[in-house]
């Protein structure tokens, strides 16, 4: 398929652990981002990777999480000591972002629902 | 700093009537602004989207329209169906600089019937 890939689709671990979060976007978007939905609430930006500039970490809420971007495509999202209140739903997005294109909207994965118990 | 808001958590509406929801944001850089539906275990899908030099886009039964004096903006779904059923959420971003997109706490539309 040609969409956003996210994995695994669910994950529960015990308070503590560490985990990671993987996105496959879809190839030749340049900009990809992550938020979280915890359960009620809106989109809650985490961070957002476009080309080759810095990320902008600025949604991050504690320095247990991270995320990286290898060559351009896959993000991992990883969440150290992972806490009751890190349990969300983890959705990964993918657009074309840019001057050239202005109308490219963003293409969401199904999300990782991370459960800490 | 809630950026967007959409201070309407939940809508019912009746099948073949208008639904209407509200978008209001405070940051005057955003120039770029969209709607987002969301079913339950699923990620986002794209709606509809409008420029700031635009003020109403349409796109069959979907219209948004944009009011920059109020940093204020609706979707109108008309006439509303059942699968309209879903979480719809608002967003903007300064496209003009490629910033980061901020979403909206989203409006849970419910049809009935």
């Known amino acids: 398929g040609a969409g956003v890939s996210q994995s695994p689709s669910n994950k529960v671990t015990e308070k503590g652990k560490d985990v990671e979060l993987r996105c496959d976007p879809i190839?030749?978007?340049?900009?990809l981002y992550w938020y979280r939905q915890s359960l009620g609430q809106g989109l809650e930006f985490l961070i957002y990777?476009?080309?080759?500039?810095?990320?902008?970490k600025s949604g991050l809420p504690s320095d247990r999480f991270s995320a990286e971007r290898t060559g351009g495509s896959v993000s991992t999202l990883t969440i150290q000591r992972t806490q009751q209140e890190d349990s969300a739903v983890y959705l990964c997005?993918?657009?074309?972002?840019?001057?050239?294109?202005?109308?490219?909207?963003?293409?969401f994965g199904n999300g990782t629902r991370l459960t800490v118990t | 700093d809630q950026q967007v808001k959409q201070n309407s958590p939940s809508l019912s509406v009746q099948e073949g009537r208008i639904s209407i929801l509200n978008c209001d944001y405070t940051?005057?850089?955003?120039?770029?602004f969209l709607w987002y539906k969301k079913y339950p275990a699923e990620g986002p899908t794209f709606l509809i989207s409008?420029?700031?030099?635009?003020d109403k886009n349409e796109d069959g039964r979907f219209t948004v329209f944009l009011n920059k004096s109020a940093k204020h903006l609706s979707l109108h779904i008309v006439p509303s169906q059942p699968g309209d059923s879903a979480v719809y959420f608002c967003?903007?971003?300064?496209?003009?600089?490629?910033?980061?997109?901020?979403f909206g706490s989203g409006t849970r539309l419910s049809i009935r019937p």
């Open positions: 190839s030749g978007h340049t900009a």
């Open positions: 997005a993918s657009s074309l972002q840019g001057q050239e294109s202005y109308n490219s909207p963003l293409h």
């Open positions: 940051n005057s850089m955003f120039d770029y």
């Open positions: 409008i420029s700031s030099i635009k």
């Open positions: 967003a903007a971003s300064a496209y003009s600089s490629a910033s980061k997109i901020i």
């Open positions: 990777f476009q080309g080759n500039s810095a990320p902008d």
